[in-house]
Nanobody, 123 residues
Framework: VQLQACGGGLVQAGDSLRLSCTAS????????IGWFRQAPGKEREFVAS????????YYADSVKGRFTISRDNAKNTVYLQMSSLEPDDTAVYYC?????????????????WGQGTQVTVSS
């Protein structure tokens, strides 16, 4: 399984940005896709996840109400719509997949990772 993340960029505080994660595998019915981020000098942290079959979503408290995760089955793509961006959202964002229908916030529980896309939010 290969994941390709894209959509990062440099934006100002308060702006919006949409990240995309496209998977090479077309049998994702039993997978959960997650977004993580890692800022310089910090550990990788969970942002949001979505179960492929049911579309159930789960968010970190820090992004709840500002970020929305969604999926497009036909395009085999998961999106992370980010609104009201803050400088603290600056990080490299990664998408990841785990062969389970359950959410998990631990990076170690994910089997496949994309290459990451940089998001920089200026104040």
């Amino acid at each position: 399984v290969q994941l390709q993340a894209c959509g990062g960029g440099l934006v100002q505080a308060g702006d919006s940005l949409r990240l995309s994660c496209t998977a090479s595998e077309r049998t994702f019915s039993s997978y959960t896709i997650g977004w993580f981020r890692q800022a310089p000098g910090k550990e990788r942290e969970f942002v949001a996840s979505i179960t492929w079959r049911a579309g159930s979503t789960y968010y970190a408290d820090s992004v709840k109400g500002r970020f929305t995760i969604s999926r497009d089955n036909a395009k085999n793509t998961v999106y992370l719509q980010m609104s009201s961006l803050e400088p603290d959202d600056t990080a490299v964002y990664y998408c990841a997949a785990r062969s389970s229908r359950w959410h998990d916030v631990r990076p170690i529980e994910y089997d496949y990772w994309g290459q990451g896309t940089q998001v920089t939010v200026s104040s």
